[in-house]
């Protein structure tokens, strides 16, 4: 499984090679997450505003409430059609 990888033996410093060397591969999201009014934790209306601003939308993967457990790209489509609608009308 790890042919040509790294070894084993060794100090902490020689097994793991730091974050310099390593890679996070996830996809960054819910920093922005839409809610309901009074949800202390919404920054977004149900129409994409950032709330106490005016002429602010967020139409990304921030806007999730909680972290998916999927690819991210399908729900972020998703996002970005009902955002869509949402400003340009049906």
């Given at each position: ?51 106490g601003t005016e002429g602010l939308r967020v ?32």
């Amino acid at each position: 499984m790890f042919q040509g990888g790294f070894s084993l033996a060794g100090g902490f410093e020689e097994v793991w090679p730091g974050p310099e060397n390593e890679n996070w591969s996830h996809h960054a999201s819910c920093s922005c997450p839409i809610g309901e009014d009074g949800d202390p934790m919404a920054v977004l209306d149900s129409k994409f505003r950032v709330r106490g601003t005016e002429g602010l939308r967020v139409i990304d993967a921030s806007v999730f409430p909680r972290i998916l457990g999927l690819d991210i790209v399908v729900p972020v489509y998703i996002v970005s059609e009902k955002a869509a609608e949402d400003i340009l009308g049906p």
